[in-house]
Every structure is written in C-alpha cells, then in structure tokens.
C-alpha cells in the first residue's frame, strides 16, 4: 500500500470540473486583501496584546509583532507561490498534496482542521467577552446561565449566526466582510491617533522588563518548551520577547487563509498572492502601532488581560472612547470567526472531494454555490468547543499547528521546484532555497517557544489523525478508487 501516493497540479486544476463539486469564482485582490485584513486585525489587537505585554513581554510586545510578522511574512511568499500555481480549494492542504504526497496532505489537512476550527472557537469567546463588556456598558447584563461557567451559550449564537451567512454564498460573506472590515480598520485607526494624546514616555521604562519580572495583576506566562528545558529564562527579557511572539502569532494566521478561497477567484495566479501579502503587510504595521501605543497609555505591569484596549482608555478617563473601541472589537473578532470557518469549510470540503472524509461533504449547493454541508458542520463544531472551551487553553495549540504548517508549504516549495521545475508559476518566491529553509527555521523556533503541555496535545491530535486515515482514507482515497483519476503516483 503506498500511502505516498501524490496528485499531480494538472489533476488540483482538474477537480474543478465536475458541476455538483466546483465552486463559483466571484472574488477580485481586493476581496481576498479584505479577507486577510478581517481575519488578521482582530484576537492579536483586541485580545492578546494585553496578555503579550503584561505577562511576557512589556512594551517590547512591539519587537514581538514583528518577529512573528516576518516569519508569517517567510511563509506567506512560499504561500503565494504554491496558491498561484495550484489555485484550488484547501490551501496548504492541497499545496501538500501536489508535491509531498497524500499521507502529508492528510496530515496537514487534519492539522488545518485544528488551525482552524478551535481558532474560530477561541475567538468566540473572546467575542463573548466583549459582547458581556458592551452590554453592560449599555445597562444589560448578560444572565449567569447564557454567558462564562463553562457554557457560553452567547459564543455559539454568534457562530450560528455568521453559519448561515457564510451558508448563503460566498459573494455575500464577502461584502459582510469588507462592510465589517472598513468599520473595525477605521476604529484602530481611531485607537492610534487618539491613544498617542495619552502616551507618557515613562511607560515605556524599561522597554524590556528584566527577567523574571512580576506582571500585569502578579501573573507570569506558562513556561515554555525552552524554558522547561532550560534554555531561557521565564517572562520577560529578551527571551520574553519570542515568547510573546509566539503568543500573538495567533493574531497573524489569517494570511492562509486567503488562500483557502483560491478556487473561488477570478485570476487565482495574479489576485492571491496580493491578497496574502497585501494583507499581511498592512496588519503587521497596524499591530506594531496598536502595541505602542496602548504600553504607551498604560504601564504594562497595570493592563488588562482581558480587554486591554478599552481598559486603557478606561484609565485615562475616557470610558466612551473604550465602548468606541469595544464596538470596533466585536465587529472586528466577527469577521475572523467568519473568514476562519470559511477556511475550516473549504478545507474539509477539498479533503471530502479528494474522497479522505465522506464524498458526500463536497457537494456544492447550486442555488448559493456554496458546501453547506461542510459549512453545517464547521458551524456546529466550532459552536459546541466555544460553549464548553477557556480562550486561555486553545490559543496555543492554534498556533502550533499553523506553525506546523507552515513548515510543510515551505518544504514543499523547494520539493515543488524540484520535481517540476518547468512548471507554471506566476509568483516565485525569491531567493529560495534561502527564503523557504528561513521560513522552516523561523517556525520551528516559534514553536520552541509554545509549552510543553501544547506540544503534548498537539501530538494527540495527530495520532488521531493517523488514525483516521490508516482507518478510512487510504482505502476510500480517489487515487485508489477511481483508476481513471490517478495519472501521477510516486
């Protein structure tokens, strides 16, 4: 049994063709810019820059946007050159699949499920708690048995919600987005240029804290895998740098996205990759900007875990300025529920039609020209893990597996170029095979950074899924039941 099987580009191309599976192509680079910009300025701005700064690394948070927007940004040219040559539902799913292989596309593919679905799931709850924030703030409190104790029932209506939506076509989700998005931008704008009136230049003394420093409320960070194995320090000082960075990465892996939806653009070669570096470059500068300027505001020792953005407001004697801010907060972890389960859907869609998971999930409905039946079931998922799941417990392992990830795509650009080097491609990315081997580096010790317990479930997850496969696909694979599809095996 060769489970190395792969699929040649011609065949990811070819799946397109039947009617009852094909996806409608109705996106431009600016919907795609759009929806990288939706999914990425959310959980990293609203969320996680208040427990990066108070807790690992002080006003250096900023450093730690940066270090993580460069190794997305390695990754996100490796990205562009495979969506631009296999411009086909799944991302790297179906990069990994042209050029590694089916039994690594099967556990990217698994691995993307878990990318995805629990990163929807995290943000809902952050969602909820700027949702409980507003209310209050308007004189409504959210009842005990809809909202926290373990069954938030305010996270799962959301996701019900944007379900339908993203059930209703894709052109749709697309111009909710880009209404969302051009609401949220405007508002951290709004937050940079009102925030530097409150700046004191003592808040950013020391810009990095020593290590070992007592944080925001006397918390410390979990220790990382480094850390348990002696070769950083804890929170803070430099090392407390790349430990943030690991952290907030989180709020960076809406890139990928943008490429889940390649099937569904007009000219995937030119329009994806400017919809992934395009994106990628406004958020990271607009993210260096929030940071300072919200540890400039407040010291970082005094921000709030849970809503850091209002808070600091808050503490500057400007509560309206902070419910502005947590409107802007919940439009904007909207849309990266949104733009998260519709990459979770296109996912498992490509693995469905690829005959690994159930063909029956690859239909496409032909009056909205969308899989409801994957995006039925994301939804369902991601609504029972936010009911049930802490925030705090599930933003790590999201991002080890995008870290993951992004270490195969990397690997299969240089594979790519070896296999096919005449191969068609309208973005290359340069200076490879430096470019990729940094891209691989720069993750791998992102990861190091992660603990040692999301390490552990991260291998759970995995053998899982080596389960599953060894169990179904391999024996119900289109490469192996239907002759006439497998050109390509190795």
């Given at each position: 049994m060769n489970v190395w099987r792969t699929k040649s580009i011609e065949q990811s191309i070819a799946d397109t063709e039947e009617p009852e599976h094909r996806l409608r192509k109705r996106l431009g680079p600016v919907d795609l810019t759009v929806f990288g910009v939706g999914v990425i300025i959310g959980t990293g701005i609203f969320v996680l820059t208040g427990k990066a700064a108070g807790v690992q690394a002080g006003p250096a948070v900023a450093l730690s946007f940066v270090f993580a927007g460069i190794a997305c940004a390695l990754a996100a040219l490796c990205y562009a050159e495979f969506a631009s040559t296999v411009p086909v539902a799944g991302s790297a799913y179906t990069f990994s699949y042209a050029s590694l292989g089916e039994i690594i596309a099967w556990i990217i593919g698994w691995d993307l499920i878990l990318e995805l679905a629990l990163g929807a799931s995290t943000v809902a709850v952050g969602w909820s708690t700027y949702f409980a924030d507003l209310m209050k703030s308007a004189g409504v409190t959210i009842p005990a048995w809809a909202y926290g104790g373990g069954h938030n029932l305010v996270a799962a209506v959301i996701i019900a919600i944007l379900?339908?939506?993203?059930?209703?076509?894709?052109?749709?989700?697309?111009?909710?987005?880009?209404?969302?998005?051009?609401?949220?931008?405007?508002?951290?704008l709004f937050v940079i240029i009102a925030g530097l009136f409150y700046v004191k230049a003592s808040n950013y003394s020391p810009f990095i804290p020593p290590a070992g420093s007592t944080g925001a409320g006397g918390a410390t960070s979990t220790p990382s895998l480094l850390q348990d194995l002696g070769f950083a320090p804890g929170s803070f000082g430099v090392s407390g740098i790349f430990t943030a960075a690991a952290l907030v990465f989180f709020a960076f892996i809406g890139f990928d996205i943008v490429a889940t939806a390649a099937e569904e653009t007009k000219r995937p070669q030119r329009d994806v990759p400017i919809g992934i570096l395009g994106s990628l470059a406004v958020c990271t500068a607009l993210y260096v900007a929030v940071s300072l300027v919200v540890t400039g505001m407040v010291k970082y020792n005094e921000l709030s875990v849970d809503a850091p953005l209002a808070e600091a407001f808050r503490s500057v004697g400007r509560p309206g300025f902070a419910t502005i801010i947590s409107i802007g907060a919940i439009l904007g972890l909207t849309t990266v529920m949104m733009i998260l389960m519709l990459g979770q859907s296109r996912v498992?869609?490509?693995?469905?039609?690829?005959?690994?998971?159930?063909?029956?999930?690859?239909?496409?409905?032909?009056?909205?020209?969308?899989?409801?039946?994957?995006?039925?079931?994301?939804?369902?998922?991601?609504?029972?893990?936010?009911?049930?799941?802490?925030?705090?417990?599930?933003?790590?392992?999201?991002n080890i597996g995008t870290l993951f990830a992004f270490i195969l795509v990397a690997i299969g650009v240089l594979v790519l170029r070896r296999k096919r080097p005449d191969l068609r491609r309208a973005f290359r990315t340069p200076g490879v095979p430096v470019v990729p081997v940094l891209a691989v580096l720069a993750s791998f010790y992102l990861m190091l950074n992660l603990p040692a317990l999301t390490w552990l479930r991260f291998g759970i997850w995995m053998l899982i899924g080596l389960v599953v496969y060894f169990a179904y696909g391999v024996r119900k694979s289109r490469l192996v039941t239907d002759p006439n599809y497998s050109t390509d095996r190795s």
């Open positions: 379900t339908l939506v993203l059930c209703l076509g894709i052109k749709l989700s697309s111009r909710v987005n880009i209404t969302m998005v051009v609401i949220k931008v405007g508002i951290v498992f869609f490509a693995m469905s039609r690829d005959r690994l998971l159930p063909r029956q999930f690859s239909k496409v409905n032909p009056r909205f020209g969308t899989p409801i039946r994957t995006t039925l079931i994301t939804g369902a998922v991601v609504a029972l893990l936010s009911v049930f799941i802490p925030l705090s417990e599930l933003a790590e392992l999201v």
